[in-house]
């Protein structure tokens, strides 16, 4: 079983923490304020005590304070199973890993009053669950953020996989968050580029890209890569309608289309070089997610899988 605690410092003062089962915020039956509750436009962010996930705590409460909505901090905690008498099965936290994720907790707080005073900041344990699990259970917040995956021995690429993976089936946007390779410059310097393959619906993705260039000032790169279609990809009707649909909800964005042939791995590296944010469509291709998930990418700006 697992299960969330919400996170109040009050709890050291004899309050009881509050208990929500995962299955119940899974099915929205939990009445307590669950993470599925949260607004449609809120932001979670799932931290693990890691560089990378305090660059994405970072990075989601900016998200936050644009948006003017709450943001969810959760911390996964690890647990182990044991039988009671009956032999049923429960789970306990490992030991130390409540005091070390309240410590972690305590910390994010106190990063988010220091650097985004004005977002408000609920913070959840996720007894059981790993943060892949964490990204599906927050389906009610518009944005999910995680660290990228770090770590080279075959656990952390097994996790960085699914991390990906979740990413690609959620309904809603994720983004990513990486703290290597920044200073880099590339043609579409300072704007959102947007990365789609094949004959992919771009309306999710473009819809993200144009709010976040919208929030920042900055303009929209659409980028087509892997070209190889006789028919060009900004010439379908379905493409063409999404645009213009787009440009007059917001209309003050400047957006540039462009269609790159050639391998989709090169491509990226080179069209996303010093980028604001990287969205990229969930459908994409299988050699599109190949180039973002390589080792050898650092983009050093965040990708929306959207």
């Known amino acids: 079983m697992s299960s969330f605690r919400r996170y109040d410092d009050s709890a050291r003062g004899g309050e009881p923490l509050v ?12 009445q307590a304020d669950p993470i599925a509750r949260a607004e ?41 199973i044991a039988m009671d008498p009956l032999a049923n099965p429960w789970t306990h936290p490992c030991a130390g890993d409540d005091e070390h994720a309240a410590d972690v907790l305590r910390e994010a707080a106190s990063l988010v009053s220091r650097s985004m005073p004005g977002v408000a900041m609920r913070g959840y344990m996720a007894h059981g669950l790993t943060v892949p699990n964490v990204l599906e259970v927050a389906s009610g917040s518009g944005l999910r953020v995680v660290g990228r995956p770090e770590g080279w021995d075959p656990l952390a690429a097994i996790v960085g996989d699914s991390v990906w993976a ?18 880099l410059h590339g043609p579409w310097t300072g704007r ?14 473009l819809g993200v890209a144009l709010r976040a260039a919208h929030r920042r000032g900055v303009g929209v790169t659409f980028v087509h890569m892997g070209a190889r279609t006789r028919t060009p990809y900004f010439s379908r ?13 917001f209309p003050e964005v400047h957006v540039l289309r462009r269609t790159v042939q050639g391998a989709v791995g090169p491509g990226v590296i080179r069209e996303t070089a010093g980028a604001a944010i990287v969205v990229v469509g969930a459908r994409g291709s299988a050699a599109l997610f190949r180039a973002l998930r390589s080792r050898d990418y650092r983009p050093g700006v965040p990708v929306v899988v959207a």
């Open 166 to 183: 979740a990413a690609r089936r959620l309904g809603r946007p994720v983004a990513i968050i990486d703290d290597g390779g920044a200073g």
């Open 40 to 80: 449609d436009d809120g932001v979670a962010v799932v931290i693990d005590g890691s560089v990378r996930s305090w660059s994405a705590l970072q990075w989601g409460a900016a998200e936050a304070a644009a948006r003017r909505t709450i943001l969810t901090v959760i911390y996964p905690v690890r647990t182990s």
């Open 192 to 205: 959102v580029v947007v990365l789609v393959t094949g004959a992919s619906d771009p309306r999710s993705a």
């Open 237 to 249: 009707p379905a493409v063409d309608d999404a645009f213009r649909a787009a440009q007059d909800a």
């Open 19 to 30: 208990w929500e089962t995962a299955s119940e915020i899974l099915t929205h039956r939990s």
